[in-house]
């Protein structure tokens, strides 16, 4: 049993071409080993990064929608919040209406460490756009927003047929 990766499937309409999925799911990992590097001296992981991001761009938020968010099972979210609560970089507050859900918000120092990130996370993002013209920036990420939304359609209905919520 071979343990190299299977090389990529061709994309029908771009013979000997990989999928378009491929590609986006290689630039994933790039930028997740990258930026766990980045990161690390900062004490903090891809996976904490983009759920205190999450954080502070949206809000509080309950454990449940910041795991949605944030690409995690309700799981992998609650072992995340216990540990980002105990080092002090968000808080859990009941929810108004339902005091027995739990909204998480950064803290103080959370806000801190995330003005810390910036630096990093623009050196990562400006490397991976080198080269490209604003226009070419706008327009790679108007291409990624596109296939973020007609795939997050599925997933919704995906949701809501097993008795979900988004």
Not at 37 to 59: C, K
Request: aromatic share 4%; glycine share 8%; with cysteine.
């Amino acid at each position: 049993m071979s343990t190299e990766a299977e090389p990529p499937r061709a994309d029908p309409g771009y013979p000997g071409a990989p999928l378009t999925l491929y590609l986006v799911k290689r630039l994933e990992m790039v930028i997740r080993a990258l930026l766990d590097d980045a990161l690390r001296p900062l004490g903090l992981t891809t996976l904490q990064y983009t759920a205190l991001s999450v954080l502070r761009s949206r809000g509080a938020l309950s454990s449940a929608q910041l795991a949605r968010r944030s690409f995690l099972r309700p799981q992998t979210m609650h072992e995340m919040v216990l540990t980002l609560e105990k080092r002090g970089l968000i808080t859990r507050t009941p929810a108004p209406g339902n005091r027995r859900i739990l909204l998480a918000s950064l803290t103080e120092a959370g806000h801190a460490l995330m003005t810390e990130c910036v630096p990093a996370v623009r050196e990562l993002e400006d490397r991976m756009l080198i080269g490209l013209s604003p226009q070419r920036q706008a327009e790679f990420r108007g291409v990624l927003q596109h296939g973020i939304s007609s795939l997050a359609a599925i997933a919704v209905a995906r949701r809501i047929a097993v008795g979900g919520r988004d």
